[in-house]
């Protein structure tokens, strides 16, 4: 590590600005590569980034603020992170952060936004949502690296790497490894071979054709919302504009999400092709593939893969020798925000700004990256389209259901014998995953991430489609032997921590819940807390900004109607109990008079009832 | 003859500045006596609270003594409102909760400027300061909040005699303006 250590952070930033360009919207790119050198953002290369992209130091340093893994001061040479979501938890990592807190001689635990940082500066241990590893989880991050499938042994050799300081380099491989785990090849999975067929059409048949394919397969978008692929794809096409662009979503922040993962480790060309047939058809010279952070990893496979694919003429300039079909792809990466997976959020950041959700409308289609006409569709809806190109509208329709046609690729984790990747035709049963997947004693689903909705056995029989459950792909199962409410601390801190901070009802609405769980948690609440509850989400529901508030409260609202006793075993008999503990709210007055009187004293409620009125 | 509402209010961590408000409603005070009995209030100098319709709380909780007076109000009111900034979110009194109570106290009794007989005060007689001021809706429920630091006398008016006549409260725009 010594010797490139003496780099100096002026330096590095010309080389950057060299390789990567003066666009200030490279800002965030910039950033990142710093922050991967540095451990940090000093404050000589806030400087000189301000300086040489003629962008204000405070944009910089807001751009740092916002970003998780950014960091105005350094974290630990080896900056290690635990995936947080409710599946890690579920696998043990709790009790794996502890064991290596203690192996590094550290105190205290990590929480959301406070990291543990070793005097030393060797070392720092922290928290990350969901790294989409759930299905080989406990995961971490180790300096932006995956690593997967923890356990006592791993962590305590992680601890030794660190003490003994071996780079990254030089730890075992089988660290960070990452399976596919690929359980179920539906319609998409089957037939990863690609040769260029859909951008051979396309040449071949002319855009208008490849449009009206798209048109009849009924393609949705497989990102959530499920708006019609050709509709938003002809919409950008005819929109006014003086360029247009193409951008994958792959920053799959929805916990319980990682099925965008296995489809960029094994599927990439079909999603460039599908970017790429995108670009033809609305005439797009430009796109982006934005990477989340936590997938940093795939990036030197995705270069390739579309370095290979310029020299097989399916990208860059005259592509497949056809004059004026040019179209290039670059690759952004995230740093760690859950909101930058929000459409207008994400072009923000590609822009090199805080990954602030926009005004709509304007859409992206018409106003996007650079306020020009932009298509921003799902990893999955690219590779799709790709086929129903190569093979037309008929085959997409061949199977799913009315409202939505083709197949839908499930990321499961959970309590499942075989968690992973399956592919279903659009209409399956949530019992069928189930016992394809070896779920016994399931008490609960939770279909589409934390944003998604709380499934009780009642709704086993209903089906995964957009007409009944709408689904972005994460499928989180647990079992009888869970306290539920775990899962609705772990969602409600995520949201709190994930909130961009713009709108009052999400930002105050967000932490408002996480505190109330918590104090029910606690065995502090009551019946007015849950009340207050349901009002909170109901506000959140109606007046927040953008989908991120929107279903930020669904798991507490959906588990009060459907797991009222997660709730209700908790609360104590009055029907309301303050929100911090009375008596020790005046321990240090009692300390600082000495005193210890019954007036030193606040008693706790009699309940209600129970006492004479004065 | 029907009773009138019998209305109660309290200061606790505040000004008065919010019971002054109420007493700038002025001559119409002369209705509001007519429309309602006054209990334990300021305004009666009556120290005891009895079964009332309707309490109103000024001031935040930042002692034991609030914490008593707050919860007594609360079994004894059947609606019960928090009046004003102090009530509502803490207000200026828990601007002390940036810092910690021992660093509040020395600089008032032992430190500042022109203390004499140094020492924090520590006689049974006088309440124990909590370690954070609070908002009263942490410690009991609430049916209502007015806003305003303190809201107008027109505000508290329209609040109470809707109230007092069972109607939605609503507001012209001119009473909750702030700027
Ligand atoms: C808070 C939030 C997070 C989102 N995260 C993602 C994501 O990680 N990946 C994704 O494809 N879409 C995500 N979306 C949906 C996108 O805004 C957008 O609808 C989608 O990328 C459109 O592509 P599609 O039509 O192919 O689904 C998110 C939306 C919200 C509100
Ligand atoms: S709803 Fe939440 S994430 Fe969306 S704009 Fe408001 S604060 Fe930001
Ligand atoms: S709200 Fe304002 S007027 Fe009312 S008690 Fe507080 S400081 Fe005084």
Known sequence: MNASTAVTVEGFVAESLVTHGRDPRHLLQHLIRVQQRFSCVPDAAVEALSAALDVTRTQVRAAIAFYAFLHERPRGAFEIRFSDNITDRMLGSRRLIRLLIERLELSGLPAWGRDLIRDDGRVSVGLASCTGMCDQGPALLVNGQAVTNLDAQRVDRIADLVQEGIPLERWPGEFFRVENNIRRHGLLLSNPANDGAALHRLIDEGADDALAEVERSGLRGRGGAGFTTAIKWRFCREAPGIDRYVVCNADEGEPGTFKDRVLLTDYADLVIEGMTVCAGVIGARRGFLYLRGEYRYLLPHLESVLQRRRAEGLLGTMILGRDGFDFDIEIHLGAGAYICGEESALIESLEGKRGVTRKRPPFPVTSGFDDQPTVVNNVETFLAAARVVQWGGYWLRGEGTDQSAGSKILSVSGDCAWPGIYEYPFGTPVHQVLSDCGAENTQAVQISGAAGATLSPADFDRIIAFEDLPTAGSFMIFDDSRDLLDMVRNFAAFFAHESCGFCTPCRVGGALLRNLVEKVAAGQGSEYDLSEMRHIGAVMRQASYCGLGHTAPNHVLNTLDKFPQIYRRRLEREAHTPSFDLDSALSEARALTGRDDIGAHIRAQIPEGSEVSA | ?179
């Open chain 2, 1 to 179: 003859m029907v009773e009138k509402p019998r209305v109660a209010t309290a200061s606790l961590c505040g000004c008065f500045g919010c019971h002054m408000s109420l007493l700038d409603i002025d001559e119409r005070i002369l209705q509001l006596v007519d429309l309602v009995t006054f209990d334990r209030t300021p305004l009666t100098d009556i120290k005891t609270l009895g079964d009332c319709d309707l309490g109103l709380i000024e001031g935040g909780v930042a002692n034991a003594e609030n914490v008593e007076v707050l919860r007594e109000f609360r079994r004894c009111c059947k609606t019960l409102v928090a009046v004003g900034a102090c009530a509502v979110n803490g207000g200026i009194p828990a601007m002390r909760n940036q810092f910690g109570l021992a660093e509040c106290l020395r600089e008032s009794y032992c430190e500042g400027i022109g203390v004499h007989n140094p020492g924090i005060p520590n006689d049974p007689e006088i309440p124990l300061l909590l370690n954070q001021v609070h908002p009263i809706h942490e410690v009991v429920a609430i049916d209502y909040v007015l806003p305003g630091c303190p809201p107008s006398a027109d505000a508290i008016w329209t609040f109470l005699t809707e109230l007092l006549e069972g109607r939605p409260i609503a507001f012209p725009y001119t009473q909750i303006h702030f700027d």
